[in-house]
């Protein structure tokens, strides 16, 4: 026979196991408590959409729509694009589900993204965010209460220690068109020193130059006329509403004036949360203000903000959570008693108590499984046992066991089974935990 050989995972996608998963289920398990907190409720949209969701709204000129997203031709002959973040989809169904009613809204979201980027340490083609957005908010009160929100999750997850939360405005519009205008003038007269992307950037996105990485860029980019001078006393208050709320909020945050969003219609506030210690891969939070997007969506003008995290770049970043435990491990000895286990741990889980069977080797390998999976009792079953109706509660951390009757699983707490003294009924009733399992309780 012809030998098969085995398909191989995608270039770029993950399979996550073990501690990974556990660190990728902490993350998730966290920003679900703390949206709560925060009064945001949780949407579920689709993986994918019509390309021109994200095309319009994301910017024609982006990195992730000229080259990062999954776009193919469905069978019906459309084009469809797997979504490559959340916000554009959140906006969409905001327009097409007539979420406009509730506004303001405070949604967040997660999931696998998907983009075709070149696979490194902290960057695959699908990964996974969490996000955040208020749309139908112009305040900045909004801003605040979102970025308090990121502030809280990354102390929660016990990573807020090395990271900087890095903050900047982007102005209204005015701001924005005199500040483009100073930088195109800038960049021109360097025009002979601009890597190839940054010449195509300044024709399409200059603001994009001033968060280049090539190194031939950087000294023209730092040189470059910074957004303060432009700023009028509209953008400028509201820049110093958002602050100074951070400040009553107890966030702190530090100013980077040359921090810029690659969406084009990013206004107004303009942030990063950035570590030191995933190297080039340092951003772990990012976002912004999005006044105008919705009306790249056909939509009424409508402000909104919001940020996205990657969950990978997070669950890198946090301690190794705690495995989980088993609360009981069962071990019979003997067909008859398997057969009555598995009565018995289908009690025991009824009764929300973490519990599994141990059914191979000899009693010293099952002993010591229940052991590896960190229960705190062992529950043995052999045919003396059986045919009085009892079972053996060891106490594995202690290394005492007694012997109850079955029928008290699942309806007295374990950590009290196992403290009936040894002996007969007799002992047991004059004990006072002995009394109260004798009554046997419905
Ligand atoms: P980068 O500069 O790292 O490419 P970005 O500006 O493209 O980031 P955003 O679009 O703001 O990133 O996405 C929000 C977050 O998603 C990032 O801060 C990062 O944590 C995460 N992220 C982005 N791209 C990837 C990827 N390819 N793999 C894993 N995580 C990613
Ligand atoms: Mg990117």
Aim: proline share 5%; net charge negative; with cysteine.
């Amino acid at each position: 026979m012809a030998r098969v050989t085995t398909p191989n995972r995608i270039r770029g996608t993950q399979d996550i196991f073990g501690e990974d998963q556990r660190r990728f289920a902490h993350v998730l398990e966290t920003f679900d408590r703390v949206r709560r907190l925060y009064g945001f409720q949780r949407v579920e949209i689709p993986i994918f959409e019509d390309t021109q969701v994200f095309a319009r709204s994301i910017g024609e000129t982006t990195d992730v729509v000229s080259k990062e997203m999954y776009t193919f031709a469905d069978k019906g002959g459309d084009s469809i694009t797997l979504r490559p973040e959340f916000t554009a989809g959140i906006c969409r169904a905001y327009l097409t589900e007539g979420w406009q009613q509730y506004a303001p809204l405070k949604l967040v979201a997660s999931g696998p993204v998907f983009r075709y980027e070149r696979p490194q340490k902290g960057r695959y083609r699908q990964f996974h965010q969490i996000d955040a957005e208020v749309i139908g908010a112009a305040e900045p009160q909004a801003d605040v209460e979102l970025l308090a929100l990121a502030d809280q999750l990354l102390h929660e997850l016990g990573i807020a220690e090395g990271v900087t939360l890095q903050l900047n405005t982007l102005g209204d519009a005015e701001t924005r068109d005199a500040w483009r205008t100073a930088l195109v003038a800038h960049f021109e007269q360097h025009r002979g020193e601009l890597s190839e992307d940054s010449l195509t950037r300044l024709e399409k996105n200059p603001l994009r130059i001033l968060d280049s990485k090539d190194p031939r860029d950087r000294p023209i980019a730092d040189a470059a006329p910074g957004i303060d001078d432009f700023l009028t006393s509209e953008a400028g208050a509201f820049f110093e509403s958002v602050t100074s709320g951070l400040d009553a909020a107890g966030v702190k945050w530090t100013r980077n004036a040359r921090l810029v969003r690659g969406l084009d219609y990013y206004r107004h506030t303009a942030f990063e949360f950035v570590t030191d210690r995933l190297g080039a891969q340092g951003t772990v939070l990012a976002g912004g203000r999005y006044d105008g997007l919705i009306e790249s969506l056909g939509g009424p003008a409508t402000p909104g903000v919001g940020w996205a995290a990657g969950v990978e770049r997070l669950a890198m970043l946090i301690g190794e959570p705690t495995t989980q435990a088993v609360d009981a491990v069962v071990i019979p000895l003997g067909p008859a008693a398997e057969a009555r286990a598995q009565g018995i741990v289908a009690e025991l889980r009824r009764a929300g108590i973490a519990a599994d069977m141990a059914f191979r080797g000899n009693m010293k390998r099952r002993l010591s499984k229940a052991n590896e999976q960190g229960a705190e009792f062992a529950l043995i079953l052999g045919d003396d046992e059986l045919a009085t109706n009892r079972i053996v509660v060891r106490n594995l951390k202690e290394g005492q066991q007694a012997t109850t009757s079955i029928d008290n699983i699942g309806k007295v707490p374990l950590s009290l089974l196992w403290q009936i003294p040894t002996g007969g009924q007799a002992d047991a009733a004059a004990h006072p935990i002995g009394r109260l399992l004798a009554e046997k309780p419905e």
